[in-house]
């Protein structure tokens, strides 16, 4: 993978195409080739030789051309001659689908379509190695983005409030903004429970 990775960013998966997309290429190279050395025999098999530059570079634009999930976004790169990249931030995805044929369920490929904000818009995948797993994996990440911004807000909002003001009472309202935190991280509050009881806090 050739993009830089952010502070603290990590990488939880990669996925390529499916070996499907290389077996045309290498189909048709195998055919040729018996077909040339079979009529111009030694020849043929230096045409072959050289006809071997067609499917290792559809192979090595293969092993290019690949998705990334972290913990903060969704990278797609392709092309290893000529570049391509498009980044999609766990925030802006709105929606992850997957599909698969019946053929595609037998040899482990599919389509993911990911649905991002209006500006970036719908970018469909196909011939998707393990199509589950990225679906799954960019879904897990966003759920653990998602804990981890409000976590960050919570101890924020509660550093500010013990900084301006170290009353008791105020204290109080920072380790209580911590107790529905922890609450809501282990699903015995809803999110709108937790903004409920937050905002009752900060206006009492």
Known sequence: M????????????????HWLKLA???AAWLLVSVLLIWFLHNTGLLIALVA????????????HNLWAVTNLRVIDESGFFSRYSKESPLDKINNVEYNQSLTGRLLGYGTVDIQTAAEMGETTYELINNPKLLKDTITHAQEEYK????TNQAQLLAQAIAKNNSSPSQQMIADELHKLFELLQKG????????TQKNKLMNS
């Open 2 to 17: 050739r993009t830089v990775l952010k502070k603290d960013e990590k990488v939880l998966v990669v996925i390529h195409q």
């Open 188 to 195: 015995a509050i809803t999110q709108q429970e937790y903004d």
């Open 147 to 150: 804990k981890s911004a409000i």
């Open 24 to 26: 045309t290429p290498i």
């Open 52 to 63: 071997a530059l067609f499917p290792l570079y559809e192979y090595i634009n293969w092993k």
